[in-house]
């Protein structure tokens, strides 16, 4: 098949040219990059990346075509995905069908461009900004016009649009050690699945849930997961953590629910200039003195105090993990009550396995044989 001529353009007015990859039209989203050199199935359906254009610094994508076993929610979640040269034949016997058929039949627009380093390094020296991509746009100055009129990720509450409309439950495998309430704010289903691998059974709430709808399952855990948008747009989710908080359940939060903790503690979250989205990210757990190699997708961090304990209305806190890249806070827990998390992926899909034993931290957490 022919492929389009297609543009990207930025809201800088910085515009590449290519061809077309996967559906054909129009679309708007923040602009990021991702360094994963694997994990194209996973990226594509973390619900993490609602709203955003992603581009693979990878240069071969597609390589082993798109099977059934590796996505993390049921379409593929990114608004727009640029590549620089996508595979021309699927490898893998397990191959349902390419990417480029893929992404077709699910209507996401996407690019095909020689300039993927060029648009990293402009994004890295300029940050995130907005952007779209076009096969049917002739006109730069038209496409550049409309940029400016989409909506920004900042301010953005986007969770209450991916998450699950009615809660559902992931049996335990095995025996069932631990119920534990996982609010859905854009989770990704390797995340339940860790936890039932561990004994848990896994009641998956709608974003919008209350602390009282939470605590209704009668939960020996809460967890809180991953999402896309803003955190500060999200302040539904912040009520609810407190009145979970108050209750004393053992709590877990993971990206967007590490947010929605720093929150609930009275910290503030920002935007990170490009933020974090790979496979490749040093964590140190400043506890142990350990490194992590793990797995991130965030573009806001929490703004806490990274030089001892602090006070928050449910006793004293600290900053558990940073990235040693940039130094950003990655991990909070309260010194005086049952509650963690991490600001990257432990899930591990994709990614490395490193940080797996986190899941066996918050079983320890639900038995009562560790605090924060
Ligand atoms: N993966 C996530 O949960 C991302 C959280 C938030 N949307 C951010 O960009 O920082």
């Not at 040219?17 to 602009?31: D, I, K, L, N, Y």
């Not at 496409?143 to 990720?153: C, G, T």
């Not at 990206?255 to 503030?268: D, E, P, S, V």
Request: aromatic share 6%; charged share 20%.
């Amino acid at each position: 098949m022919t492929q389009p001529p297609a543009m990207l353009m930025l809201e800088d007015g910085r515009v590449f040219h290519g061809v077309g990859f996967g559906a054909e039209g129009e679309t708007f989203g923040e602009m990021v990059f991702n360094t994963g050199m694997t994990g194209y199935q996973e990226t594509l359906t973390d619900p993490s990346y609602a709203g955003q254009i992603v581009a693979m610094t990878a240069p071969h994508i597609g390589n082993t075509g798109v099977n059934d076993e590796d996505p993390e929610s049921a379409r593929v979640q990114v608004a727009g995905y640029v590549v620089r040269e996508p595979a021309r034949v699927a490898s893998s016997w397990r191959s349902r069908r390419s990417l480029d058929a893929e992404l077709r039949a699910q209507g996401i627009v996407g690019i095909a461009m020689p300039g993927t380093r060029a648009l990293t390094r402009h994004l890295r020296d300029r940050g995130a900004m907005r952007g779209a991509i076009s096969t049917v746009e002739t006109d730069p100055q038209a496409l550049l016009e409309r940029v400016r009129q989409s909506p920004s990720m900042e301010g953005a509450d986007l969770a209450r649009k991916v998450t699950t409309p009615e809660p559902y439950i992931v049996p335990a495998i095995g025996d069932k050690r631990f119920t534990v309430a996982a609010v859905d704010l854009g989770i990704k289903s390797m995340t339940p699945h860790r936890m039932a691998e561990r004994g848990c059974e896994v009641h998956v709430l709608p974003a919008t849930s209350t602390a009282a709808e939470i605590l209704a399952t009668n939960p020996d855990g809460v967890f809180f997961s991953n999402g896309p948008g803003d955190p500060a747009a999200t302040e539904y989710a912040v009520t609810a953590l407190r009145g979970v908080l108050d209750a004393g359940r053992p709590f877990f939060g993971i990206c967007l629910g590490n947010q929605i903790f720093g929150r609930a503690l009275g910290l503030g979250t920002y935007k990170l200039r490009f933020g974090h989205r790979g496979v490749n990210q040093p964590v140190q757990d400043r506890a142990t003195g350990r490194v992590e190699i793990s797995a991130h997708n965030h573009g806001f961090a929490v703004d806490a105090p990274t030089d001892g304990p602090f006070e928050t209305p449910y006793g004293r806190a600290e900053v558990s993990h940073v990235n040693l890249n940039d130094g950003c806070v990655e991990g909070l827990r309260l010194l005086d009550g049952p509650a963690f998390s991490v600001q990257y992926h432990p899930e591990a899909a994709a990614g490395p396995h490193d940080s797996t034993a986190l899941f066996d931290r918050f079983c320890e957490l639900m038995d009562g044989k560790v605090r924060g």
